[in-house]
């Protein structure tokens, strides 16, 4: 069935560090989306990106269509990067909806 | 325009009571989502609207659940004799009408039974 797959689950890191965030899909997808979801709980929207690569100050992303998975870059971590991260897609095949993944919980350690 | 916008954000209600959410999406999206998270969980779909038309319903949204969108305007959630394991975040999002645009979220709405 159609799947969104993050990993990994947890992450910690101390202050300064990078780190790399993985999303699978089990299918073909017109849109790909990361969000930060914040202490209080609203999601925020950081890349709109069914396939290439974006780049937003620290935070990069980049989507392979044909292999089916999305990678979102964080560079130089600031405690204030800390939260849950989800990648969300929209499939060709199916409804027409956005299929999120499980998140990944980013821990920045001072 | 301020964006998507969630009422309330928090709901305290004894069990079996009724409530009821509103969205108020971005004013020139056409389509309008429900979604619901609950702890440690991803967000899940419950249903989306295309204008005034609810175009599908997840099988999570049980017969205690109703959602309308009179005017292809503002959207209104309500729960009917809630239950404990009602209690989530209920999340809205709207986008254009084309499939597959990006989607906005609101602040959400969490509810908690008691």
């Known amino acids: 069935g159609i799947q969104v797959e993050q990993s990994p689950p947890d992450l910690i890191l101390q202050e300064g560090a990078n780190s790399t965030l993985r999303c699978n899909f089990s299918d073909s997808v017109n849109n790909l989306q990361w969000f930060h979801q914040n202490p209080w709980g609203q999601l925020i929207n950081l890349f709109y990106i069914p396939s290439g690569t974006k780049q937003n100050g620290r935070l990069s992303a980049t989507t392979v269509a044909t292999e089916r998975y999305s990678l979102l870059y964080i560079s130089s971590s600031q405690t204030t990067d800390s939260g849950v991260y989800f990648c969300?897609?929209?499939?060709?095949?199916?409804?027409?909806?956005?299929?999120f993944g499980q998140g990944t919980r980013l821990t920045i350690n001072p | 325009d301020t964006g998507v916008s969630q009422n309330p954000r928090h709901k305290i209600t004894k069990r079996g009571q009724n409530v009821t959410f509103r969205c108020d999406p971005i004013s020139e999206h056409n389509r309008l989502y429900w979604y619901r998270q609950t702890l440690g969980q991803g967000p899940e779909f419950l249903t989306y609207?295309?204008?005034?038309?609810?175009?599908?319903k997840s099988r999570l949204l049980s017969d205690r659940f109703s959602a309308e969108r009179p005017k292809g305007s503002f959207s209104t959630l309500e729960i009917q004799r809630t239950e404990q394991g009602d209690s989530a975040m209920y999340l809205c999002a709207s986008s254009l009408v084309q499939g597959g645009t990006e989607a906005f979220f609101g602040q959400g709405t969490r509810l908690t039974v008691v």
């Open positions: 609207f295309q204008n005034e038309a609810q175009l599908e």
């Open positions: 969300a897609a929209y499939f060709f095949q199916g409804a027409q909806k956005l299929v």
